[in-house]
C-alpha cells in the first residue's frame, strides 16, 4: 500500500489555509497535512472587540470580481456586509481638499470640477490596462498552470503586468496621460490609506490600491477571519499549535525529505515531524526572529524585501473635528484620505460592528458632537505620542493598538522572491511582493498547491508554461 504524502504548512492564514485546502483537492485521500501555526488561525484578519462589539483589525476588504473570496464566501454561506460608502474627503497640508456629498450628481460634478476627465478615464484605465488582464490568472490556475516566480505568474496574465513592477504607478500614470493634480490627490490618498505608502511603489502593487478604493467593495459579515478558519477545517489538515524553530533538510541520494521542529504553544514542550513537502505561509521577515533552516548547500535568505509597519489605532470617543479639517460633527465625514507623506496619520474610518450593518452611533449631543461610542480607526505609519492622540480625539472611552509588518516596502524592480525555496520546499507569501490582499493571498496559494502536485506527480508541460495544452494529465477533485 501506498504511504500518504506527509505535507507541512508554516502559517494558518488565507495563504497558509487555501493552500490546504487546494492541496487537499489535488492529492485527495493520499495526503497528510499539519498545519503550524501558534496564534488563531486567520490571526491577522481576526476581530477586535469593543465595548462588547467586534470590529475589523486589519484593513482586509474584498474588491467584488475577487472570484477566490467571494466563491468561498459563497461555498461557506457567509453574508457580504458591504463596506458603508458614507461620505469621504480628500486631506493635504493645507485642509480639506474636497469632500464628497450625499448626492451623488454634486460629487461627480465636484470630482469633475477638480481633476477633469481623469476622474472618467481612471475606470477604464483600470479595467483595460489591470483588472481584465489579471482576471486571466483564474482560468490559468483551473487548467493547474503553475510557476515557479512570480515574474512568470504575473506573465501569464499578461507581459505588461511584470513590466509593472518595474515602474512606479506615478511614471505609469503619467504616460497613460493622467494629471500630476489627480495623482498627488486621489492616487496618493488610496495608496496611504492601503498600503501606508506612496506614489512611488511600482505600478503592480497601485494598481491593485486604486481597484481597493472602487465602488462595490465588502467583508464577510462577522468577520473575515471566518474564511481561513472554514478552508481549515474543509481541507482536513490537522492544525498543531506551535512555532516552527527548525526547518532541517535531509537528503539522501536523490530523494529530499525534511524534519520540522517546534515548540507548543501551550506547554513550550519540542517536538519534530518529518515532511516529504514544507510550505512557507507566513512572510519569511516574520519567521527570522525565531526560524533557523539547516544543512541546505546555500542559506535560505531572512526575507527578500523589507517590510512596512502599519499601525490601526481605534479610539471609542469623540474625533476631534478641526484636526481633520472640520469644525464639528455635522458633515463629518465616515473616511479621510491623506496625500502627503508629511501629515503624521494616513488615514480616518469611522467603523461599525463587523455584524452591524449601520454605525452605532449617529446622534449628536447640543454642541454637534458624535456621542463617545463612535468608534474610529486612523492608520498611521508610526506609533503616535500621547500629544499626537489628544490632537485627533477629543476625549476617549477606549484606545487600542495594532502593530503589525504588513506589507513589503513597494519599489519599481524590488526583489520578487520564488515561490520555490528549495526542492519540495515552496514560499506562498512571495505572491506579496506583487501586491498583498486576501485574493493574492489565495492567489498565491492555490499556485504553491498546484507547483507542489504538478512536481510530486512530475507533470513539468504545466509548470512555467504558458498555455494550455489538452492532453495533460491531471487528477483533480473538487472538496
Ligand atoms: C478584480 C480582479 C480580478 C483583480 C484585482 C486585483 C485585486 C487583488 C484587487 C483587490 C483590491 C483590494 C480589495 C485591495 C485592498 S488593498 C489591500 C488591503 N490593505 C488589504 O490588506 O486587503
Known sequence: EEEDIRIGIIGGGI????????????????????????ERVGGRLANINIDG?????????????????????????????????GKMALYGPSGIILETSSWN???????????????????????????????????????????????????SMDES????????????????????????????????TNYGQTTNVHAFVGAVSLAGVEKGLWSVKGGNYQIPERLLKKSGANLIKAKVTHVILQKESES????????????GKSNSREYDIVIVATPLKELEDHIKFEDFPNPIPSSYTDFHRTIALFVQGTPN??????????????????????IFWNSYGQHTPVSQKKHLNKNSDKDGDQEDNTVSKIFLNKVPTEDQVHYLFKSRKDL????????????????????????????????????????????GGRNVANLAYNHWNNILDKVDEFSIKKDSKSDKSEL
Open 15 to 38: 495563504g497558509g489555509t487555501s493552500t490546504a485546502y487546494y492541496l487537499k483537492s489535488l492529492f485527495g485521500d493520499g495526503c497528510h497535512i499539519d498545519l503550524f501555526e501558534s
Open 53 to 85: 462589539y467586534d470590529y475589523e483589525a486589519g484593513g482586509s476588504i474584498i474588491h467584488p470580481k475577487n472570484k477566490y473570496m467571494v466563491e468561498f464566501a459563497e461555498k461557506f454561506g457567509f453574508k457580504q456586509s458591504a463596506s458603508l460608502d
Open 105 to 155: 450628481f454634486v460629487t461627480m460634478a465636484k470630482f469633475f470640477w477638480r481633476y477633469g476627465m481623469d476622474i472618467w478615464n481612471i475606470g477604464s484605465f483600470l479595467k483595460e490596462n489591470f483588472l481584465d488582464k489579471f482576471g486571466k490568472i483564474y482560468d490559468i490556475q483551473e487548467e493547474g498552470l503553475a510557476f515557479t516566480t512570480v515574474e512568470d505568474l504575473l506573465k
Open 161 to 192: 503586468l511584470v513590466n509593472y513592477t518595474k515602474i512606479s504607478i506615478q511614471d505609469l500614470m503619467i504616460e497613460k496621460g493622467f494629471s500630476e493634480r489627480f495623482i498627488n490627490e486621489l492616487v496618493m490618498g488610496a495608496l496611504r
Open 256 to 267: 529530499v525529505s525534511y524534519e520540522v521542529q517546534y515548540q507548543n504553544a501551550e506547554d
Open 321 to 342: 473635528y478641526t484636526a481633520y479639517g472640520f469644525e464639528n460633527a455635522e458633515n463629518f465625514p465616515q473616511s479621510i484620505l491623506t496625500t502627503d507623506e508629511n
Open 400 to 443: 487600542r493598538l495594532v502593530n503589525w509588518l504588513a506589507y513589503p516596502e513597494y519599489a519599481p524592480k524590488m526583489d520578487l522572491p520564488p515561490f520555490v525555496l528549495y526542492d519540495q520546499l515552496y514560499y506562498v507569501n512571495a505572491i506579496e511582493s506583487a501586491a498583498s490582499a486576501m485574493e493574492m493571498s489565495v492567489i
